[in-house]
């Protein structure tokens, strides 16, 4: 794997609560997790990025930290995840953390002195107004479930900023032992061999809050200086950071404009990731293609960080109205599936239908294409979701190991479980479990397997350059291509549900001996290139030619 090592990681996320609980008490835990490596290992992990572990009230899923160097006792101790990083390390995987620096819990106790007196160390931690700011009712992140950014406190006597829930106070960035504070976070985490962190916010982390403007200014120079302090202690470690902005303000978040890229190594790709499920909804890559053709120019060493689902909802708030209502009406009609106006609280395989030839082509064009492939955990078994609970808790559930009671993930009473698992209709996990699927190699875990590994023979994916290939094409039909030192791939996908043929014979002068290393099935030769079969949600991973790096 190159210096970069992030561009051409495999990434996959969990909750440690929900994953693998190895003592009984219904909460997933550091040991259980531990004890499920070489499963990861062997779906072809590289990278697992662990949603948050810190001491935590846990009223919105850890998100509320209380101690930032410390972990939740409910998942064991600082040791168990000292033995975690190490048993990671011994099979090949990174694992990264959550930095959730935005804001605290209000119950943390830099919080509870500095709303205690005007005159405690911590008062200009967050930030206050002494009156009531004009911009009170604007900038919710969680519209319906939020009502206000600014909350009276009645023993501070003071309004408290909190652009997510108004327990979760924001903390102050112009304070410089605030960013001293942050930086010594990072050096304490990476000291015990992280590899780096997800950024929760990051544009919310960098805002210059002023009371009564909503448009406040951004301190860009944090990143900066953040970077090079995270980088001087770990020469390795990498930002990877969630930034849902504008399309224009992105390249700043990579660097400073000279050329540079000294802020974020990575960011995850919304406007890609809307794209996407717009046109899976109308089976038309056009949108995929104005994405390529629009991506800002990164500079060296920034990386994308692509996803289908993540922890969050599917947000869509980067599409147009009509847009948005389009995937909205192909996979969330009903109200109860849709979250805050803006997105869709459901996994991926029931989206499609339990369609395993579509679910395979999503996974397939999500993994194809420019950046680092983040994967959801359960997502590769093809985990359903539990709409009787609330908000995003929908597609939080306890990961579904085998046909033993609660799914092999825990020994506990059902009634004690963390959440609950699926366990009726198809996606109860009766039906779908790693210990089935381990059993049939025509799984859906076994095709991630054979996908992952794939893709991790063809490292220009990740780590080179991805263009459309501007050739007429049939209905539906998507065709890119990845250009690196190590040589070129072609994808081929089919969105839409009719057979087609596809002539690529423009490349045929570049082609060495090309040759299918992934498909959907058995097709005729590539041969010259120019009469490509390819089924109604199909796929083809074609290998045009080697390079110099091998």
């Known amino acids: 794997m190159s210096d970069r090592w992030y561009s051409e990681a495999v990434v996959y996320c969990l909750d440690i609560d929900t994953f693998a609980d190895s003592d009984g008490d219904g909460v997933g835990d550091f040991q259980g997790l531990i004890g499920r490596l070489d499963y990861l290992a062997r779906l072809g992990v590289t990278c697992l990025w662990l949603n948050p572990i810190h001491p935590s009230p846990n009223e919105d899923d850890g998100y509320d930290a209380t101690d930032f160097y410390n972990v939740d006792p409910r998942l064991g101790t600082l040791g168990d995840f000292a033995e975690l990083l190490h048993q990671a390390s011994n099979r090949g995987i990174r694992v990264i953390i959550d930095l959730v620096v935005n804001h605290t819990s209000n119950q943390h106790p830099w919080f509870i002195s500095a709303r205690s007196s005007p005159d405690s160390p911590y008062r200009d931690w967050y930030i206050w107004s002494e009156h009531e700011p004009a911009d009170r009712h604007q900038g919710m992140v969680f519209p319906g479930e939020q009502h206000e950014t600014w909350t009276y406190d009645r023993t501070a006597k003071a309004w408290y900023y909190h652009r997510f829930y108004k327990f979760q106070p924001d903390l102050n960035i112009e304070n410089p032992q605030v960013r001293a504070e ?3 976070i990072t050096s304490f985490w990476l000291q015990l061999g992280v590899s780096g962190f997800r950024m929760d916010a990051v544009p919310f982390i960098i805002e210059r809050t002023e009371p009564g403007n909503p448009n406040s200014p951004k301190d860009f120079d944090f990143l900066t200086d953040l970077r090079q302090h995270v980088q001087w202690r770990r020469g390795d470690a990498v930002l990877l950071a969630e930034a849902n902005v504008e399309p224009d303000q992105l390249p700043a978040f990579f660097g400073d404009g000279s050329g540079s890229g000294n802020r974020i190594h990575m960011l995850f790709d919304f406007m890609l990731n809307g794209r996407l499920m717009l046109a899976l909804a109308r089976e038309d890559p056009e949108v995929i293609i104005e994405a390529l053709r629009d991506t800002p120019k990164l500079p060296t060493g920034g990386q994308w960080a692509t996803f289908l689902r993540n922890h969050d909802e599917i947000d869509l708030s980067r599409l147009t109205a009509d847009q948005r209502n389009d995937v909205l009406a192909k996979f969330g009609p009903d109200e109860n599936m849709q979250l805050y106006g803006r997105g869709i609280r ?6 499609l239908g339990n369609d395993r ?13 420019r950046g680092t492939p983040v994967l959801r955990y359960g997502e590769e078994i093809g985990m359903g979701e539990d709409l009787t609970l609330e908000g995003r808790d929908a597609i939080r559930t306890p990961m579904q190991w085998s046909y033993q009671e609660n799914a092999g993930f825990s020994t506990a009473e059902p009634e004690k479980l963390i959440r609950p698992v699926i366990d009726k209709g198809e996606y109860g996990y009766q039906h779908v479990n790693v210990t089935a699927q381990r059993k049939d190699p025509r799984s859906l875990l076994g095709w991630f397997e054979r996908m992952i590994r794939t893709l991790r023979e063809a490292p220009e994916t990740g780590s080179g350059s991805t263009s459309h290939i501007d050739v007429p094409m049939p209905p539906g039909v998507l065709a890119h291509r990845a250009d690196g030192p190590t040589g070129t791939m072609v994808f081929l996908h089919n969105l839409g549900t009719e057979d087609v043929e596809v002539d690529l014979s423009i490349l045929a002068d570049e082609a060495e001996l090309p040759i299918d290393v992934l498909s ?14 390819l089924a109604g949600h199909g796929y083809r991973w074609i290998r045009l030619r080697l390079g110099h790096e091998r």
């Open 346 to 351: 459901r996994r991926l395989a029931p989206m």
């Open 182 to 184: 942050i930086k010594k």
């Open 357 to 369: 030839r579509h679910i395979e082509l999503a996974y397939s064009l999500q993994f194809s294409l």
């Open 520 to 533: 959907d099935r058995n097709y005729p030769e590539v041969g010259k290139l120019d009469r490509l079969k």
